[in-house]
């Protein structure tokens, strides 16, 4: 059981290059997350889903884009990267009800934008 | 909005005694959860305990304890008998209620560091 996966762990853009950060769940969760970490800001909230089809802005959404084709897979997509975007990225998932808020954690991807 | 507030950046503690770090959340729900989240050096964020809103009784799990006082938003966390494996940076964070959806607010964090 490999829980939530993201990829890759380490990764250098330049300035208006793309990418996608990957981040697959096996646990059949409904509800899935990005959140990015910043030195003395905590992590906030980027995207999430309440399941497939369904996506919604969370607080820090500009730059962003996601989209959840199937229960497994959330991508986040960064459309042309900035300096500002340099951060830890976390992808978490977690069932419905009673459970719904305690999070699972993918062991987080580095993203340095120079 | 919610927020969560963790006034300590750092602090440190000799291993064995006990350190408590402290946390305070502002929200307009009645029903919500609120939790710690260890973040040792390898990155990974670990669930350390969760404490849902409307149960009185602190929640406790083993050396971790909270103190939660609702009426002062207030959730501290103390860990006795520290060791050195207790080292890293502590989360507090607090959900939603009805509304929730997985959805987690975050305060900035306290790096704790255990003393040999």
């Known amino acids: 059981n490999a829980g939530v996966t993201q990829t890759p762990k380490f990764q250098v853009l330049k300035t208006g290059q793309s990418m996608t950060l990957q981040c697959a769940q096996d646990?059949?969760?409904?509800?899935m997350s990005w959140y990015r970490q910043d030195p003395g800001m905590g992590l906030r909230l980027i995207h999430y889903?309440?399941?497939?089809?369904?996506?919604d802005q969370g607080e820090v959404p500009n730059g962003y884009n996601v989209s959840r084709s199937t229960t497994e897979d959330f991508p986040l997509r960064l459309l042309s990267a900035a300096p500002s975007q340099t951060s830890v990225y976390f992808c978490?998932?977690?069932?419905?009800?009673?459970?719904?808020?305690?999070?699972?954690f993918g062991n987080g991807t580095r993203l340095t934008v120079t | 909005a919610q927020t969560v507030t963790q006034s300590q950046p750092e602090m440190s503690v000799q291993e064995a005694e006990t350190v408590t770090l402290s946390c305070t959340y502002d929200t307009s729900e009645n029903n919500y959860y609120l939790f710690w989240y260890k973040q040792p050096p390898s990155r990974q964020m670990i669930l350390v305990i969760r404490?849902?809103?409307?149960?009185?009784q602190n929640a406790t799990e083993n050396r971790f304890s909270v103190n939660f006082q609702k009426a002062a938003k207030s959730f501290s966390l103390k860990i006795s008998d520290s060791q050195l494996g207790d080292t890293a940076m502590y989360f507090c964070a607090s959900s939603g209620g009805s509304s929730n959806t997985g959805k987690l607010i975050f305060g900035q964090g306290t790096t704790l560091q255990v003393k040999p």
């Open positions: 978490a998932s977690s069932y419905s009800g009673s459970r719904v808020n305690t999070l699972h």
């Open positions: 646990m059949n969760h409904e509800y």
């Open positions: 889903s309440v399941g497939a089809g369904i996506t």
């Open positions: 404490q849902e809103a409307y149960k009185q």
